[in-house]
């Protein structure tokens, strides 16, 4: 007979699960089925709420996992702003709907993802388009030599998209086949400065076959 009170489970080797219960020098045995037996485990373990603090405007994806690294996904939410390419400063330029993604480790950004999606109500099917600018391969964004600063809260992102949309751009990685309209770099903002930012959906953007899904990965 056992000296203390304690609970012993025994799993046979043909996954019979029995309970030994010894209380006050008293042993009792229990049969219990195996989803009984996992459906206790489960409720005896306590999972921590992970807090994401204040998001951005505009946040629609969320991810969080170990060594403090983080995914999410914004909107930009303007359509028009100032944008440079080369010396050239075009203000109050109009955009087509722009979404980031943000790889984060601790405060520093790791990555970033940019791509154009369609308007209207985001869902995990709503439309990606080709980026029709340069600095971006699928919706990887190339940063160059440029330097993003560190985050202490992830509503600061809103602020680093705008950082981001602000950097001179020049030809890298620029595709003349990623429009219908197939220009050069400077004739396709040249063409672009003046237009409303629904021509891109009529005349501009080219469909890219993946999903916004795609882009939360």
């Given amino acids: 007979m056992r000296g203390k009170d304690e609970l012993v489970i025994h799993v046979s080797a043909n996954g019979e699960i029995r309970v030994e219960d010894c209380e006050d020098g008293i042993v009792s045995f229990k049969k219990v089925s195996p989803s009984v037996f996992m459906d206790c485990i489960k409720e005896s373990i306590r999972t921590e709420l992970i807090s994401s603090g204040m998001l951005?405007?505009?946040c629609f994806s969320f991810a969080s996992g170990s060594g403090g690294k983080k995914y999410v996904c914004v909107e930009f939410?303007?359509?028009r702003c100032d944008f440079t390419?080369?010396?050239t400063v075009y203000p109050n330029f109009p955009l087509p709907r722009l979404v980031f993604g943000f790889g984060?480790?601790?405060?520093?950004i790791t990555n970033v993802n940019l791509g154009v999606t369609q308007r209207g109500m985001l869902t995990p099917k709503s439309k990606m388009y080709v980026y029709p600018f340069s600095n971006v391969s699928g919706f990887s964004l190339c940063l160059g030599t440029n330097r993003l600063p560190e985050i202490n809260s992830?509503?600061?992102l809103s602020g680093v998209m705008h950082y981001i949309i602000s950097m001179p751009n020049n030809n890298d990685r620029y595709n003349?086949?990623?429009t219908k309209l197939e220009l050069?770099?400077?004739h396709l903002l040249e063409t672009?400065?003046?237009k409303e930012p629904e021509y891109y959906y009529t005349d501009v953007l080219c469909e890219s076959g993946k999903t916004l899904q795609n882009f939360i990965r």
């Fill in 192 to 194: 672009l400065k003046d």
């Fill in 85 to 87: 390419y080369e010396n």
């Fill in 77 to 79: 939410g303007c359509d």
């Fill in 184 to 186: 050069e770099y400077r």
């Fill in 154 to 156: 992830l509503h600061q």
């Fill in 56 to 58: 951005p405007h505009g």
């Fill in 104 to 108: 984060i480790t601790d405060t520093r």
């Fill in 176 to 178: 003349v086949r990623g």
